[in-house]
């Protein structure tokens, strides 16, 4: 069974930077395609960006392209979400997210194609 933890959630300013780790084991995440997620509060989840395997692509959302870029460390069996020119918009709880299968472009924004979940880390914006 794959388990995620994720942590580097904190308080920041708006304007700063932050980077969220999910640290993977039962299985090696070159294996897995991967995500993260964010839940305000009263909103509904939503998708944040998603890496595929070893150099495969990488996806992002429009409200944090260009600020955000998802990655991962093999080595480290570890995913990473750096966070850039943070606002207080982007104040909530981040979940990381992974799946063995090897889901279409189509779907990789929708929670249901994930089966494998983090605790989530809260991030908060603000000055």
């Known amino acids: 069974q794959v388990q995620l933890v994720e942590s580097g959630g904190g308080l920041v300013q708006p304007g700063g930077s932050l980077r969220l780790s999910c640290a993977a084991s039962?299985?090696?995440?070159?294996?897995?395609?991967m995500a993260w997620f964010r839940q305000a509060p009263g909103k509904e989840r939503e998708f944040v960006a998603a890496?595929?395997?070893?150099?495969?692509?990488?996806y992002a959302d429009a409200a944090t392209r260009g600020r955000f870029t998802i990655s991962r460390e093999n080595g480290k069996n570890t995913g990473y979400l750096q966070m850039n020119w943070l606002k207080p918009e982007d104040t909530a709880v981040y979940y990381c997210a992974a799946t063995s299968g090897s889901p279409i472009t189509g779907i990789l924004r929708l929670q249901s194609t994930y089966e494998f979940w983090g605790q989530g880390t809260q991030v908060t914006v603000s000055s």
């Open positions: 890496i595929k395997r070893v150099g495969g692509s990488s």
């Open positions: 039962g299985r090696t995440i070159s294996t897995l395609a």
